[in-house]
């Protein structure tokens, strides 16, 4: 069966310091990958996904960045992190297919900017 | 532009009450559909999903929904609410475009549980 996890689960950074989430899926192969950010009290906010090795799209304008190095593993990253870059994040995968499919959601980071 | 609304924010019920949760999609073409729960802290998980057929489905944990095309709505439905369900739970709908999903969220109802 699939599982996904991330980690670490929970983050706590000081404004201006970098930031590393990484995100992998086992069980599955070629899946689409999802990152999102969910802001308390609110609902969810895609902001990158990617169908295959180093391709990556942004859906929102921001201050971070991900990367696919390899087939199941997806990385969010910020050079600079803002106060406003606090949030749980979410990692997602789907099958990559010719048609809309469920997409399955990892644990999540909780991420606390100080 | 798709989106989907979820009127309620918060909803409280009585354990063993009946439960209907509220969302309502636009969407041009024919919609997919999807509802999600998230427990305090945790990732989502998948209740139960619509993409074509029986307007009625049946989900997991005793959860059905039914989607209503006059209404453009997709609502969330149980017969008798236990304590474990109270969660926040949002409704989803699938656009399919330059070979990826994208689901569109809803931003979630909250449901309280008395005892």
């Known amino acids: 069966s699939q599982t996904i996890h991330q980690w670490p689960a929970t983050l706590v950074q000081p404004v201006g310091s970098p930031l590393s989430l990484e995100c992998t899926v086992e069980g599955t192969s070629n899946p689409n990958l999802y990152w999102y950010r969910q802001a308390a009290g609110r609902g969810l906010q895609l902001l990158f996904y990617?169908?295959?090795?180093?391709?990556i799209s942004s859906e929102v304008p921001q201050n971070l960045s991900a990367s696919r190095p390899q087939d199941r593993q997806f990385i969010l990253s910020s050079k600079k992190l803002l106060l406003s870059d606090s949030g749980f994040y979410l990692c997602?995968?789907?099958?990559?297919?010719?048609?809309?499919?469920?997409?399955?959601f990892g644990p999540g980071t909780r991420l606390t900017v100080t | 532009a798709q989106s989907v609304t979820q009127p309620d924010i918060h909803i409280t019920v009585s354990e063993g009450a009946s439960l209907e949760l509220r969302c309502n999609y636009s969407y041009g073409a024919t919609p997919y559909l999807f509802w999600y729960v998230q427990s305090p802290g945790q990732g989502l998980q998948l209740l139960l999903k619509?993409?074509?057929?029986?307007?009625l489905v049946q989900g997991i944990k005793g959860f059905e929904a039914e989607f209503k095309r006059s209404q453009s709505s997709f609502n969330l439905r149980k017969p008798s609410v236990h304590w474990s369900d109270a969660a926040e739970y949002f409704c989803?709908?699938?656009?399919?475009?330059?070979?990826?999903?994208?689901?569109?969220f809803g931003a979630g109802t909250r449901l309280a549980v008395h005892p």
């Open positions: 997602a995968w789907s099958v990559r297919a010719s048609g809309p499919y469920e997409q399955y």
């Open positions: 989803a709908v699938a656009s399919f475009s330059g070979g990826y999903n994208k689901l569109i």
């Open positions: 619509y993409f074509s057929g029986d307007t």
């Open positions: 990617s169908v295959g090795i180093g391709q």
